[in-house]
């Protein structure tokens, strides 16, 4: 692994349990960075939690410390070719994980992820910690 990632939720669920493979696999990343989305789907997870405010001041420290990247209309428009080339393929996948990969394949960056759905998006490189 080398260049640039983004992390998907579920890597960085691992990240916040201390998995080694992320761990160790994050120290060798030139540059990580974070969909806006994966922070809303985290947030939603620590609400829903038996530890809410815990969770959620995990979540403000993490953010603090990263690069997060937003939406704009550059990524709409990564967003509405994904969308339509998985409508094509009858191969849909859940609309937050589009706006992931139209924000990895906006800015070139490799997607972290253990979700097997994201290999039906075209040109999107990923790879599982």
Known sequence: MSGK??????II??????EKSVLDSLNKAEGVFVPSIVIGEL????????????????INIF???????SCDAVTAF??????????????PIPENDIWVAAI????????ITRDEHFKEVAE???ESW
């Open 78 to 91: 990564y967003y509405g070719r994904v969308k339509e080339e998985l409508r094509q393929k009858g191969k």
């Open 43 to 58: 947030n939603f997870g620590a609400r829903k939690s038996t530890r809410v405010q815990e969770n959620l001041e995990r």
């Open 13 to 18: 669920i691992s990240l916040f349990a201390e």
């Open 104 to 111: 990895a394949l906006q800015h070139d960056l490799t997607l």
């Open 63 to 69: 953010v603090a410390s990263n690069v997060i990247l």
């Open 124 to 126: 999107l490189t990923i």
């Open 5 to 10: 990632v983004l992390l998907d939720t579920n």
